[in-house]
């Protein structure tokens, strides 16, 4: 089995693991952020780059860096493999670029935003961020769109991650959606506006780094830190039936899937689950959530029961 | 006289017929690989003759080759790269035009070298009337046995094709052309694998640039070894050089890899100098993507020897001081020209073509086209300059495919060698006005 050493901790992992899935492997405190990268969807990441590290030496075998930063979510470790991630100041640089990028065009809408609060591209700006914009023009815009009467498409705010696709094309039979157009002007979309009409396309929305696709029966009912989140579970015949619903008061204003530590769905749900069990009394309750410390919907509520990533990263300035 | 390997025979009449072709010595390669040769002595043959790829990169092509992966009861393929969409370079459209059958034959000796009995050439969309000549082309070579069933009687089989991509210049890069050829949408592959391994439909696949697969002709007729006796060093045989820009000859010019650069640019057998006798600014010497230089830069390294017009002595002096071969898309300009209005005019062409897949280029090259036309709009800011700095930098190499470092470098460069115009543009925005062309104009003069 490879070795690979990742900011000075080293790990034997099974041949064929990533950079990202060895960092993980040793814990969030070194894993490299992924936007794009979902460890349940094949062939997701390369896209986004915020998770590019440096490969300090090759392999045993073959002890050279590797000329550029690579992408540790497509990189396979080699033994004896060495790699920076957040002990080198040259990765932190570049990922303040990739992040600079990212939010070029972003609307940066949080506060009107029902991602806000457990959004991957907020948490990322706030580690890796500056903390403000070079960008001087005019941002780009979209139309929204309804995909379903469920799901709403807001491509402008879209990172182009390209998990959705994924998602349409691994989880749900007959895609209707992708890319179209190119370049900047890329976006999401069902061509001809097609309903995205089938029983798992609501992962689509769990796994949206940002809020490009929300919950059409969650928009702007609450922010997500005002509710509380409860673990739960019934019978369902097309999926696992393990949920977490997201409380105020005795209401349950929403469902989602379970996410783990590195904000990944643990598995998917059906939309009979996410959109039509809205009634406490659909469900097992298991008790209250565990949340992700870095995440703003901790601060409010869940600090006792929080994984804590570790320091923030030192900012660069 | 320099020597011509690829274009001895261009301008015979009726050349692209395969009958005029023929009675010039046309097809001998074909006879002479798969009735007296076996596929591993030609790889042989293409190491030995030192090729390296015409498409860019400059990759040994015989070390391509012997990469393929050869797995059983799979097929494998030949795909020809004639995407030609890098702004500067025009040599395949004219090597495809003026002699098709130069192409096929290559095809059909490189099909043979590397075992696959299906090859396509992509060609861009723009260049449909190529598609018809090579068409026409192919039609003749199947007629006369050169394609097909049992080629030749030797047992060789092969079906070559034409595919026309749709004008996206990401198509040429080798995995977006599979993709594309595949009937997806033209996005680059995240490698590995290699299209040497998993190329077209998952198979074992190579990529190879038009001029490339000619090349491979007059090698098989010659030898490797007398190949690579032409040229200089480890930059062997002729090059296809396409000079376009403020020179009294544009055209499309084979040379012999290691001829001064100041030859190339001022003698009447290839440039004839710069026009109207004006003073030479710069060169991009191989495709928009390379770095430009001032003209002290391209006619004489930093060290003070003549530059050549070889992959080694156009790099010499790294990015600092020197640039690339790549396509050998050669673009003159003179004292006239505008750096910053053509760098813009670049850039946007960058930015059109970029993908989209990967947020530094998606959203880089957008930016810098903004601050560019900033610039020209009169309205830059000291700044902008020192942002483009960063933004380049913030793409080149964290990309999934090289357009971003085309993207890049033609920024870097103009920066780094001619600041002064730049900071002339924003502190003095009125003289912008006189900038009417991206070529030729009363432009300022920065000190
Ligand atoms: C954005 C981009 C565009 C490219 N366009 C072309 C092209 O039009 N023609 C070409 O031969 N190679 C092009 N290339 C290079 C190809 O990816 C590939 O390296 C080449 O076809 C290999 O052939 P060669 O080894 O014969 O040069 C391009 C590369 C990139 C990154
Ligand atoms: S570098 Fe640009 S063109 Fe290449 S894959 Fe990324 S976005 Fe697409
Ligand atoms: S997570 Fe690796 S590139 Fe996006």
């Given at each position: ?20 899935q ?15 990268y ?18 300090t030496?090759?392999?045993e ?27 080198s ?34 948490d990322?700006s ?8 070079r ?47 190119r ?11 097609n309903?995205?009409d ?49 409380y ?70 | ?12 009449p ?8 023929s009675?010039?010595?046309g ?108 068409e ?8 006369a ?18 595919h ?14 599979i ?5 997806k949408?033209?996005?680059?592959r ?7 391994v ?28 007398e ?14 050089i ?16 290691g ?8 003698s ?22 390379v ?13 003070g ?30 004292e ?30 957008g ?36 357009l ?22 924003v502190?003095?925005p ?12 009363n ?5």
């Amino acid at each position: 089995m490879p070795k690979v050493t990742i900011d000075g901790h080293t790990i034997e992992v099974p041949e064929g693991t990533t950079i990202l899935q060895a960092a993980r492997m040793i814990g969030p405190e070194v894993a490299p952020p992924a936007m794009c990268y979902y460890s349940k969807l094949a062939t997701s990441g390369g896209y986004c780059r915020t998770c590019i590290v440096k490969v300090t030496q090759g392999s045993e075998k073959d002890p050279r860096p590797m000329p550029k930063p690579v992408a540790s979510c497509r990189t396979t470790v080699m033994d004896g493999m060495v790699v920076e991630n957040k002990t080198s100041a040259e990765v932190l640089e570049a990922r303040k670029g990739v992040v600079e990028f990212l939010l070029a065009n972003h609307p940066l809408d949080c506060p009107v935003c029902d991602q806000a609060g457990e959004c991957h591209l907020q948490d990322l700006s706030y580690e890796h961020g500056a903390s403000d914009t070079r960008y001087e023009f005019e941002r780009r815009t979209f139309d929204k769109i309804d995909i379903g009467d469920k799901i709403k498409l807001h491509m402008t705010r879209c990172i182009l991650c390209y998990r959705c696709v994924k998602v349409a094309d691994q989880l749900t039979p007959g895609r209707v959606h992708g890319v179209i157009n190119r370049g900047d002007v890329a976006e999401i979309s069902t061509y001809i506006e097609n309903a995205i009409d089938n029983e798992f396309s609501g992962n689509m929305i769990d796994v949206c780094p940002v809020g490009a696709l929300t919950d059409k029966t969650f928009r702007f009912k609450s922010r997500v830190w005002f509710t509380k989140p409860v673990d739960a579970h019934r019978e369902c015949s097309s999926c696992s039936g393990k949920v977490v619903l997201w409380y105020q008061g005795a209401e349950v204003l929403r469902v989602t899937a379970r996410k783990d530590a590195f904000g990944e769905v643990e598995e998917f749900i059906c939309n009979t689950c996410r959109f039509d069990k809205k009634q406490t009394a659909d469900w097992v309750i298991e008790g209250p959530r565990k949340i992700n410390a870095h995440s703003v919907i901790s601060a409010n509520h869940y600090e006792a029961d929080t994984v804590n990533p570790g320091p923030v990263t030192p900012r660069l300035n | 006289m320099g020597k011509k390997l690829l274009l001895a025979n261009d301008h015979v009449p009726g050349i692209q017929s395969l009958d005029v072709y023929s009675k010039h010595g046309g097809y001998a390669a074909v006879e002479k690989a798969l009735k007296t040769m076996t596929p591993d002595a030609l790889v042989e043959e293409v190491k030995t003759s030192g090729l390296r790829g015409r498409g860019g990169a400059g990759f040994p092509t015989g070390m391509k080759w012997s990469f393929l992966a050869k797995p059983e009861g799979v097929p494998r393929y030949l795909v020809c790269n004639a995407d030609e969409s890098e702004p500067g370079t025009f040599k395949d459209r004219y090597l495809m035009e003026r002699i098709p059958h130069l192409l096929i034959e290559g095809m059909i000796v490189s099909s043979f070298a590397l075992g696959a009995n299906t090859s396509y050439i992509y060609i861009r969309g723009e260049y449909f009337y190529i598609v018809r000549i090579l068409e026409k082309a192919i039609e003749e070579a199947y007629a006369a046995g050169y394609l097909g069933k049992n080629i030749l009687g030797t047992g060789y089989d092969l079906d070559l094709y034409v595919h026309p991509g749709a004008g996206a210049y990401i198509c040429g890069e080798e995995t977006a052309l599979i993709e594309s050829l595949e009937g997806k949408r033209g996005n680059p592959r995240i490698k590995p694998p290699f299209p040497a391994v998993k190329g077209l439909y998952q198979c074992p696949t190579v990529v190879n640039n038009v001029e490339t697969i000619a090349a491979v002709v007059p090698i098989v007729n010659m030898g490797g070894a007398e190949y690579a006796k032409i040229g200089i060093g480890r930059s062997t045989g002729t090059k296809l050089i396409s000079a376009s820009g403020h020179i009294n000859k544009p055209g499309v010019y084979e040379i012999e890899l290691g001829v001064p650069v100041e030859e190339f640019i001022y003698s009447e057998e290839y440039c004839g100098g710069i026009k109207n006798g004006k003073k030479l600014k710069a060169v991009v010497a191989g495709g928009s993507s390379v770095p430009i230089l001032p003209g002290e830069l391209i006619l004489k390294t930093a060290q003070g020897e003549p530059r050549l017009m070889s992959y080694e002595s156009l790099a010499d002096g790294g990015f600092a001081t020197g640039t690339m071969l790549g396509s050998g898309g050669f673009i003159v300009m003179d004292e006239t020209s505008s750096i910053v209005k053509n760098l813009w005019n670049f850039t946007r062409f960058y930015h059109h073509e970029s993908c989209g897949q990967c947020s530094p280029c998606r959203e880089g090259t957008g930016w810098m086209e903004k601050i560019l036309h900033r610039i020209m709009d009169g309205h830059g800011k000291q700044s902008d300059i020192d942002l483009l700095w960063d933004l380049q930098k913030n793409i080149e190499g964290k990309t999934i495919c090289p357009l971003g470092d085309a993207a890049a470098w033609p920024v870097a460069s103009a920066i780094r060698h001619f600041r002064a115009e730049f900071e002339a543009y924003v502190n003095n925005p009125g003289s912008i006005k006189e900038v009417r062309h991206y070529y030729s104009v009363n432009n300022l003069q920065p000190a």
